[in-house]
Structure formats: structure tokens, C-alpha cells
């Protein structure tokens, strides 16, 4: 049989090339079923739960040379269903032990708080402002309700001399009023806010402050605040008004809270200034009741003015000189050593070049006050000197 030569060179061509590509594909150590693709888990499968296929493994790496397998590191496999342990939270400071109260002295000067539940929030306020002075006691006697109107639930007239010769207190505070917009029965019964009402709630009020006057005990009668509906607000700067008329004519002082609760154009705030400065929440969703910031700043405005009357009772720094804190007098005495110094006669102030001992008041103005009693006690500074930066007179020179 004649086959043409071209034909047979074109066959031996390609059986050439058939045989080396054979021979390639047999050298690589790797099975046809490694090179076969993974089927992965699609949409559909996750959706409605398909079938599970093995994890794709990561490719292989040869070398082009001699056609070896190059290592590589493994595909780090996540764990799904295993989550991550959250992240180590730093610890939190422990707040610092609260110290414990100091002893009160026996004659410590007692301040009486009585009055309705504003009248608890100073009273408990208090406590916690003089916690550390050992002079000073805070005794609360407040009646959330109450009120100078409704004497029958509780009559402030008649339990509050018995109060006070319970408590036998330094000073007296009252702050009530806040319950007293409604009719008062007095023999017939007053609506408010009639004439008749206000007559005879000036006589109440009247009675309450000769009761703790006529003691000689010195009064704090605090106003009412500003409140955030407009009536309450209104009958409030009357009822305020009596407050500071019946109480300043008995020889008491009224604390005049008001500018502590609103804006400058005198509107009620919910948020303003604490007793450091900073704008805090004062006044509760109510637009009555005070937050703990407001309460601080309450009582703040009685603390002023109960510091002038304690003096230096109200100083944290007093202590009590009784027979458990002194020290040991009794010192053992060598009769054979001199004393490093002579004793000084105290009947002899002249040795220091002194004509009486320090302190001391001249007799013939016994009952003048030194100028740190006017300021403490009464509030008065002496003018200042001539020439001193703080002396703002003009001279009659200039």
C-alpha cells in the first residue's frame, strides 16, 4: 500500500507530541483526582440546607526543576461555631471605704430641721455636710405632707414646742408651705386664695416663728423655690412674701432661695449651676422635687448662714478635750537635774515686754466685739486702712 510521505512525517509529528505530553503528565506525583475541582456550597445550599462538600484544600506548590512538592504552610481553618473570647476588661477602682462618723461631743450644738418633705431634703443634706464636725448634730423633724393648712393630718402649732424641748437645739430651720394651696378650715372654711385664706395663714405663720423666738433661739425660715407650673410659681411669691414679712419682724432671717432655681429672666430652670459651678440636672421630671444635685444646693444656702451662728463649733477640726484624749501629765520629775529654764510668773507679763496677756480686753470696753466675732457672728469686716490696695475710698486730696 502506497502512503503518501507527507502524510506518514505528519503522523509521526503528532504521535510524538501525544507520547511527550504523556510522558509529562506522568512525571508530577500528583493523581488526576487531586487536580479535580471542589464543588463549593452555594446560595441556594446554605438558603434551604444542601448537601456538605469537603473543605477546599489550599493548592500545591512544585518545584519547576525536578518537579518536588514545595511546603507551604497549611490554610489556618476558622471555626465558626466557636466565637471569640472577649477581650480582658480592666478592673474597676473600688471606691475609696466611706470613713466612719465622727463622734458628736455631748455639748454639741443641735440644728433642728422641721418642716415638709423640702424640709427633710435640707435635714438630710445637713447631716452629711456636718458628718466631720464633732461640734454640730443635725436633728430632722419633717412630715412629707404636712403643712400650716391641713392641721388635722399633723398640726405643726401644737407638736412643735414639744419638738424643740426634745431637741433642745442651737438654732431652728423650717422650710414648709409647698402642700398649703388648698382650702383651710378655720371655724368656717377658706378657699384658696381668698382674703380671708391669707389672713388667717399670716397668723400661722406668725405663731410658728414666736414659738422658736420667744426661746431666743435664732430662726432660718427658707422660702419656697420656683416651680415649673406658672400658678404654683405665682402663689409662691406670695406665699414668700409672708414668709419673709412674719419672720424678719420676730428678730428671724428668711433664705431667699429663688435666684438659685431660675434663669436671668427669672423663669424655671430644670438644669443650672451646683454648688461647684457645673450644669447639673436641680429639678425633678415634676418640675417640683429636687434631683440630689438641687438638694446639695438647698441645703448650701442654709449651711451659709448656720456657720455664722455656730461659730467654731461648726469647724471639723474641733476635738474633744475629755479625759481619753489627753496625753500623760504625770511625768516622772529627777529632783537632782535642773530645769533648762526659770518658770515665768504669769502675774508678770512685763518680762516680754508686754503689759497684759494676749487676748485680754480692756476693762472699760468689756463688751466689744473683736473683729473676728463681727465677722464670724455678724458678718461685718472693720474698713479697710488707708493706702491698702483694697481701700477704695477717694481721698479728698485728689
Known amino acids: ?220 425660715w427658707v422660702g419656697l423655690p420656683s416651680f415649673q407650673s406658672p400658678s404654683m410659681m405665682a402663689d409662691a411669691v406670695k406665699l414668700n412674701a409672708i414668709y419673709r414679712a412674719r419672720t424678719e419682724e420676730v428678730g428671724g432671717e428668711f433664705v431667699d432661695i429663688w435666684d438659685g432655681f431660675v434663669d436671668e429672666d427669672g423663669k424655671f430652670i430644670l438644669t443650672g449651676s451646683d454648688v461647684s459651678g457645673q450644669q447639673v440636672r436641680l429639678r425633678g421630671a415634676d418640675g417640683i422635687t429636687f434631683t440630689e444635685a438641687g438638694k446639695q444646693k438647698l441645703a448650701f444656702y442654709v449651711e451659709k448662714l448656720a456657720r455664722r451662728h455656730l461659730g467654731d463649733m461648726a469647724s471639723p477640726e474641733l476635738v474633744n478635750l475629755g479625759s481619753g484624749t489627753l496625753p500623760d501629765l504625770n511625768l516622772p520629775v529627777d529632783p537632782n537635774k535642773t530645769l533648762p529654764a526659770l518658770p515665768i510668773s504669769l502675774s508678770d507679763p512685763d518680762l516680754d515686754g508686754g503689759k497684759e496677756l494676749l487676748g485680754a480686753v480692756p476693762k472699760t470696753n468689756s463688751l466689744a466685739q473683736s473683729p473676728r466675732e463681727r465677722l464670724v457672728k455678724r458678718g461685718e469686716m472693720d474698713p479697710a486702712p488707708a493706702g491698702r490696695i483694697d481701700n477704695y475710698k477717694i481721698s479728698k486730696t485728689q
Not at 168 to 193: C, H, L, W, Y
Request: proline share 10%; glycine share 8%; hydrophobic share 40%.
Open 1 to 220: 500500500m502506497f502512503v503518501d510521505p507527507m502524510k506518514k512525517s505528519l503522523f509521526r509529528r503528532v504521535g510524538c507530541g501525544v507520547l511527550t505530553v504523556v510522558l509529562l503528565a506522568g512525571s508530577f506525583p500528583v493523581s488526576a483526582e487531586a487536580q479535580e475541582p471542589v464543588r463549593r456550597r452555594n446560595l441556594f445550599d446554605l438558603l434551604f440546607g444542601g448537601p456538605r462538600y469537603e473543605r477546599e484544600e489550599p493548592p500545591v506548590r512544585y518545584n519547576r526543576r525536578d518537579g518536588s512538592i514545595i511546603e507551604t504552610a497549611p490554610r489556618r481553618e476558622r471555626n465558626r461555631s466557636a466565637a471569640r473570647p472577649p477581650a480582658p476588661r480592666p478592673p474597676i477602682p473600688l471606691a475609696p471605704p466611706k470613713p466612719d462618723p465622727v463622734a458628736k461631743l455631748e455639748n454639741a450644738r443641735k440644728i433642728l430641721v422641721v418642716g415638709d418633705f423640702f424640709a427633710g431634703n435640707i435635714g438630710g443634706q445637713l447631716e452629711t455636710t456636718f458628718e466631720a464636725s464633732p461640734g454640730v448634730a443635725v436633728f430632722t423633724r419633717s412630715d412629707g405632707s404636712s403643712g400650716l393648712v391641713r392641721d388635722d393630718h399633723y398640726d405643726w402649732l401644737k407638736e412643735l414646742p414639744g419638738i424643740i424641748t426634745e431637741a433642745k437645739p442651737a438654732m431652728v430651720v423650717v422650710m414648709i408651705g409647698a402642700n398649703d394651696r388648698q382650702q383651710m378650715t378655720s371655724g368656717a372654711k377658706e378657699r384658696f386664695p381668698t382674703d380671708a385664706w391669707f389672713a388667717e395663714y399670716r397668723r400661722r405663720v406668725s405663731e410658728v416663728a414666736r414659738i422658736v423666738t420667744s426661746r431666743r433661739l435664732p430662726l432660718l
